[in-house]
């Protein structure tokens, strides 16, 4: 019955920016960490971003998208955000959030024990 819904993808050119949502609903426990990973056609998926589900919360981000990319959360409203600036072509693909009740961790960028995945979303960055 959980389900994690994705909005905020779109098409922008270099340097410009994104803000993506997910937003969590009908989940019988909670869950204690949310990944944003991204797929490119032909590529494994690949964690960008995580956080963990705390009122002061540890962030996580891969070397591609650290000092550009901000993870954060409305706790109330179940909702996690991925701010994206500066975005550059590299950054092109299909973005998913995922959430799963163990820890970050060392396992924030893998996509083990995941318990739900959002539908995915793209995004589009022109030269």
């Known amino acids: 019955q959980g389900q994690l819904v994705e909005t905020g993808g779109g098409s922008v050119q270099t340097g410009g920016s994104l803000r993506l949502s997910c937003t969590a609903s009908?989940?019988?426990?909670?869950?204690?960490?949310v990944t944003w990973f991204r797929q490119s056609p032909g590529q494994e998926r690949e964690g960008v971003a995580a956080?963990?589900?705390?009122?002061?919360?540890?962030?996580y981000y891969s070397d591609s998208v650290k000092g550009r990319f901000t993870i954060s959360q409305d706790v109330a409203n179940n909702t996690v955000y991925l701010q994206m600036n500066d975005l550059k072509p590299e950054d092109t693909g299909v973005y998913y959030c995922?959430?799963?009740?163990?820890?970050?961790?060392?396992?924030?960028?893998?996509?083990?024990?995941?318990?739900?995945w959002g539908q995915g979303i793209q995004v589009t960055v022109s030269s």
């Open positions: 995922a959430a799963r009740r163990v820890v970050c961790a060392k396992i924030w960028y893998q996509s083990l024990y995941v318990d739900y």
């Open positions: 956080v963990s589900r705390h009122i002061n919360p540890q962030t």
């Open positions: 009908g989940y019988p426990y909670s869950l204690d960490c």
